[in-house]
């Protein structure tokens, strides 16, 4: 590899392990769309405790594991189809490099297809975390008693929150697993790619979570739903 290509890989891992310290950084200074997130679904299931009927919830909570399973899927789609060239042997790395890839040798170019696939595992990995959570949250909906104190129901939703919040963290951090694996799929085309299609996807990730419509409607529910 040239040394262009060292330093665009040094970018790429320094935004990828970066990213989740900038958001806590933001969240403390001016809030992040995740940080905002939080304060409605403790709200979310602080309100599921005073139903008598839970349907909504548990429906909302389908829609989640349904969203879930289908990233999940086309995750280990995406495994097998760039795992099916790494491992396929010498025929199959050449017939990819074929169709449009930047002429390295064949260790480079399992290197770049490695990034590719750490990114999608990394993602299939938390998808099927955060399933597991949901399935917990929803068991704890299912199971919730019919509690008359208001200190209870405090505390069940408190700890219901403290089951979603991660669930549907990890689900947002197998999404951006998506955003890398593009950024690392530009590397097949050469360094100067990976190094734009990583700062592009690490600044579209952060203007997601701080500027965009979405970001600035969340902060504005927030304070009308914290106490």
């Not at 309100?47 to 999940?72: C, K, P, W, Y």
């Not at 700890?159 to 919040?165: E, I, K, P, Y």
């Not at 700062?199 to 914290?226: D, H, K, M, N, T």
Request: proline share 3%; charged share 15%.
């Amino acid at each position: 590899m040239t040394t262009l290509d060292y330093v665009a890989l040094g970018l790429f891992f320094v935004c990828w392990l970066g990213y989740e310290p900038l958001l806590k950084l933001l969240a403390r200074r001016s809030g992040t769309l995740n940080d905002d997130m939080t304060i409605v679904r403790r709200v979310w299931m602080t309100a599921m405790t005073h139903r008598e009927i839970r349907l909504v919830d548990s429906q909302l909570m389908g829609h989640s594991i349904n969203s879930a399973i289908f990233f999940a899927s086309t995750n280990l789609l995406l495994i097998a189809a760039v795992g099916g060239i790494l491992f396929g042997g010498q025929a199959a790395l050449e017939g990819f490099a074929s169709v449009g890839a930047e002429a390295v040798p064949t260790r480079v170019l399992e290197a770049k297809l490695a990034l590719i696939l750490i990114c999608l595992v990394r993602g299939l990995l938390d998808f099927i975390w955060s399933l597991r959570q949901m399935n917990y949250t929803l068991a704890l909906i299912g199971a919730a008693p019919e509690i008359h104190t208001e200190a209870d129901r405090v505390a069940l939703g408190e700890a219901a929150t403290n089951l979603l919040n991660p669930a549907l963290g990890a689900f947002s951090q197998g999404v951006r697993g998506y955003y890398f694996a593009l950024a690392a799929a530009a590397w097949l085309f050469g360094p100067l790619w990976l190094a734009a299609g990583v700062a592009a996807s690490f600044c579209l990730l952060v203007w997601r979570q701080s500027g965009s419509p979405a970001a600035r409607a969340i902060r504005s529910a927030r304070r009308l739903l914290e106490p």
